[in-house]
């Protein structure tokens, strides 16, 4: 979104010290697998080699799929998920989830696989230190489609997602449909009045509704919530989403039932600090071994999806919830707090202003690093993020090979697995945006400056935090971005206290919030900087904690400094370059 015609590709950042370096898997558009360094380098192409996505096993092997179904007759159906290995061999394969007999097409089996699958011995298919995905042998979980009819959820056809669990020789021994579950899926009475009505109804074979469209499938693997004695996330227990219908649940495996669940009406109270949950991608629970352990790692999308009331941007109920920007969300699945994020405020703007800075409305995943990191996929304009747990971007690259270019998904890979020698790692220092011309463009130079007597300088907008944005949440579930040191900066601690009578000559008075990014950089500047005077002290307020005195003192920024004189407020300054001024 708002991406400019002309702009870099490949690796744009890189900072070696910071990233948990390795290769970086995803699958171009009409080009096949690609396997590059942190550099960019191409490191291995499959050429045409289909990914849905593609995975990289712990010897090299890689995986994905052969062929796909005629569009005028399937949609997203996967002919063969296969195995090959680092010569080109298949060494292992899956195609036998349905008969198919498609009108002038040759009749054959096809895993109708799409968007996942999973080896045995890794829950989620990327590296953890602790569990390894088996290589010759073991049971793989797969994603595919099966066409239904179910007349409580619609008389017309559906498109409806099942998993089968398959043995190394390509048997079936375990299957579950969704349509099945239609009653625990926690629709509301206008929900199901939509649903039944149209279904996500798209024109393929004699029409067909793909009405919930599941998009990830993984194992929760061992986790420290089972350990403790809570059965809902047992180790072989499978997590899933529902992109057209904006809900996270589990599968208890022996039961096939729902035993946890999010969404898809988000009306709580309880969840206001969420907010609704839309068109999301790769859910999955964060595996033992890395940071965040146990938390529920999701790429909430925005975009349009779900079924409820018609409103001005859905004419009758399907697609009903938007919102445009994207983010990725850690939730603790017990209390349901966020644990942390990444959103378009990361970078110091507010909505709607930033929107476009982290936007993709389909695709896209999330895969936690073993140093904490985390690689993010953003499908639909092909870039992927290397973020730190404090929101530093220290990798960034650009998909080359632009076309009807979505990436479905990308994982970082360990060099160990791969069977070539480690690359050099050269750093990549960002481009200055404000000085880069092409050739024959101006350079940027103030020239022929005309003023105008009564003009003044206009101060810079603040880059800031609404905090009436804030206040329609539970502000205190939302993660802390950072913690006041106090050897520097004085907490205060109660709202009994007169702010005015802190300090007898004078004093600084911050109002912020751990949760505000704008907050974060703020107090980095301030708390770093030998020019703050120590005889003017610096008092630190938690408007979350504390939100009378936003009200009391008229805070509707974060951060706002306020400078006390002789228990008079004598100046106030608004928003991070505030920290400039003192």
């Known amino acids: 979104m708002g991406q400019p015609s002309v702009f870099p590709t ?35 192409h499959w050429q045409n080699f289909q990914g849905f996505p593609n995975k990289i096993l712990p010897n090299g092997d890689i995986m994905g799929h052969f062929g796909n179904r005629s569009g005028k ?61 088996k290589t010759d042998s073991g049971n793989t979980l797969i994603l595919s489609h099966k066409n239904v009819v179910n007349s409580k959820i619609s008389e017309k056809t559906l498109l409806d997602d099942c998993i089968y669990e398959v043995d190394w020789t390509g048997k079936i021994i375990w299957e579950w449909y969704c349509h099945e579950h239609f009653d625990e899926l926690g629709f509301t009475e ?16 004699e029409g067909m509704g793909d009405w919930v469209h599941i998009n990830c499938m993984s194992m929760l693997g061992p986790n420290k919530w ?58 999955h629970m964060i595996p033992k071994g890395l940071p965040g352990e146990g938390n529920i790692l999701v790429f909430d999308n925005g975009g349009w999806a779900g079924y409820g009331f018609p409103n001005e941007q859905s004419t009758f109920g399907e697609k009903s919830a938007r919102r445009d920007y994207s983010r990725v969300l850690e939730i603790n699945p017990i209390t349901l707090d966020l644990e942390w994020q990444y959103t378009k405020c990361t970078f110091g703007v507010p909505y709607p202003v930033g929107s476009h800075h982290f936007y993709s409305e389909l695709v896209s995943s999330a895969q936690r690093l073993e140093n904490g990191n985390t690689l993010i996929c953003e499908g639909t304009e092909g870039r992927f993020l290397e973020v730190t747990k404090n929101h530093e971007v220290v990798w960034e690259f650009v998909n080359p090979y632009i076309g009807p270019g979505n990436v479905y998904r990308a994982y970082r890979i360990p060099y160990e697995w791969i069977p070539t020698e480690k690359p050099e790692e050269v750093p990549v220092l960002p481009i200055d945006n404000t000085e880069l011309r092409l050739d024959g463009a101006a350079p940027k130079k103030m020239e022929n400056v005309f003023i105008i007597n009564g003009t003044f300088e206009q101060p810079t907008a603040p880059k800031a935090t609404s905090l009436m944005e804030a206040q329609k949440i ?33 004093a600084v008075i911050v109002f912020g919030a751990l949760r505000c990014e704008n907050s974060r950089v703020f107090y980095q500047k301030i708390s770093g900087s030998n020019k703050v005077r120590e005889e003017e002290p610096v008092y630190w307020v938690d408007v979350d904690k504390y939100p009378k005195f936003a009200d009391e003192y008229e805070i509707s920024v974060t951060p706002t400094t306020k400078i006390v004189e002789k228990n008079e407020v004598v100046k106030t300054f608004v928003g991070v370059s505030s920290a400039d001024f003192l």
């Open 190 to 205: 206008q929900m199901k009045t939509v649903l039944f009505r149209d279904p996500n109804m798209m024109s393929i074979g």
């Open 474 to 506: 539970n502000a205190l579930k939302l993660p802390k971005l950072f913690a006041i040191d106090s050897k520097r900066i004085k907490e205060i601690t109660s709202d009994k206290v007169d702010l005015l009578k802190l300090n007898a000559s004078k």
């Open 73 to 133: 007759f399937g949609f997203q159906d996967g002919l063969q998920l296969v195995q090959v290995d680092w010569e080109g061999n298949v060494v292992w394969k899956f195609d036998k989830g349905e008969y198919i007999e498609d009108p002038g097409e040759t009749p054959q089996w096809m895993a109708r696989c799409h968007h996942d699958y999973q080896r045995e011995g890794n829950p989620v298919g990327y590296y953890t230190p602790e569990l390894n995905a």
């Open 226 to 283: 089972y350990e403790a004695g809570d059965s809902r996330f047992h180790p072989d227990n499978i997590i899933c989403d529902c992109r057209e219908a904006n809900i996270l649940f589990i599968i208890d495996k022996k039961t096939g039932e729902l035993c946890w669940k999010l969404g898809p009406d988000y009306s709580d109270p309880e969840l206001s600090h969420i907010g609704a949950i839309i068109g999301q991608h790769h859910t």
């Open 10 to 44: 490949g690796t744009t950042i890189y900072k070696p010290e910071e990233c948990w370096n390795g290769y970086t898997l995803y699958n171009a558009h009409n080009l096949g697998a690609m396997l590059v360094d942190m550099n960019g380098k191409i490191v291995r």
